[in-house]
């Protein structure tokens, strides 16, 4: 062997060898690095929009971070601060974006600033009911859309929790045309926000936390919150008269979790899938508990605390409606993100409707008949 055959080959053993060394530590490193996810101990912060503990919506991010911990053998804990303990409420997006807290619990449509067409994700006027929301969600594409989304901000989002049918807020005046909420300063979120400034009112956003002190002083004239049960807990009945429904600007709001992607990145995979699972139960569960509690409730409003419960009439509900057609259409058209989520929505309503006409509406409808 000549003395450039000798380098040759060695050259290719050296090669050989470092290939060689290199799959063995890259092996190593992950098994190394998947056996020690599984006996880490994480350590979570879970940031929400919501007073701390606030019945229904504080407790159910509660019990998101207990289950998560319970069913981790305490191999994930999940510590929950309410609003403006760690960061303002409507900072939760941001906070869990850039890793301040590797959770939030709050509502996608508080986000609109970032991106209209997250308002899908929460609640649509005229839209979809609980149940109708998390058919789409699991199984017409709606979560897909929303991870997709999402992952733009360095977040992934898992429904944690749907208010049912809320109602439509409090008032100080009858409501009898649309002519009456002209110039009617209400805390009314999201897309609903917009349909009521189209119909001449002034819609402001602010958390739940503030709205009591709000209608006190006057800053607001009206204020819609969630349903007979939180609105019993944050006692409007002393600050306002009329209380309206149906709630047809949020008919089945899903409240979101929200987790910072790096950090579900790094857990191992029975993890990730235990943090999803327990919001997948929280998400049903929430709707139980409302649904159980809503009008225990709203009798101790009207029996008690003599509310006067109104319901909006089909002219002014008409109205809106076709204002909040226009509005979610129009949204369709800023981009192409807004037209996908628009387009599979629309369609899955369109045909969840046509089933509910003949399954939940003429049940509901039978059960009532004299
Ligand atoms: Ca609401």
Known sequence: MN??????KLGVSLLLVGMVITAGCSQKDEVTSEKEKAVKIYKWKMVTTWPKNFPGLGTGANNVAELITKMSGGRITVKVY??????????????????????????????????EAIQFFSTVPFGLTAQEMNGWLYHGGGLKLW????????????????????????????????????????????????????????PVNLPGGELYTA?????????????????????????????????????????????????????????????????????????????????????????EHKVQLRAFPDDVLKELRKISDEV???????????????TSFKKYREQVNDWHEISERAFMRARTLK
């Open 3 to 8: 003395k450039r055959d000798l380098v040759k």
């Open 147 to 202: 991870t997709e989304v999402y992952a733009q901000y360095n977040l992934v989002p898992a429904a944690a929790g749907n208010t049912g049918v809320q109602m439509g807020g409090w008032f100080n005046k009858e409501i009898n045309s649309l002519a009456d909420l002209k110039g009617l300063k209400m805390r009314i979120p999201g897309l609903g926000g917009e349909v009521f400034k189209r119909a001449g009112g002034t």
């Open 82 to 115: 309410g609003a403006k303990e760690l960061v303002p409420a409507f900072e939760v997006f941001d906070a869990v974006s850039r890793g301040t807290a590797e959770m939030g619990h709050g509502a996608a449509y508080y986000w609109k600033g970032k991106n």
């Open 328 to 342: 979610v259409a129009e949204l369709a058209g800023k981009d192409e993100t807004a037209k996908r989520i628009y």
């Open 215 to 303: 209608l006190q002083t006057g800053a607001l004239d009206a204020t819609e919150w969630v349903g007979p049960y939180n609105d019993l807990a944050f006692g409007f009945y002393k600050v306002a008269k009329y209380y309206y429904y149906p709630g047809w600007h949020e008919p089945g709001t899903t409240l979101e979790a929200i987790i910072n992607k790096e950090a579900f990145d790094a857990l191992p995979e029975d993890l990730q899938e235990i943090v999803l699972s327990a919001c997948k139960i929280v998400n049903q569960d929430m709707l139980a508990e409302y649904t159980a509690r809503n009008n225990a409730a709203l009798n101790t409003l009207v029996n």
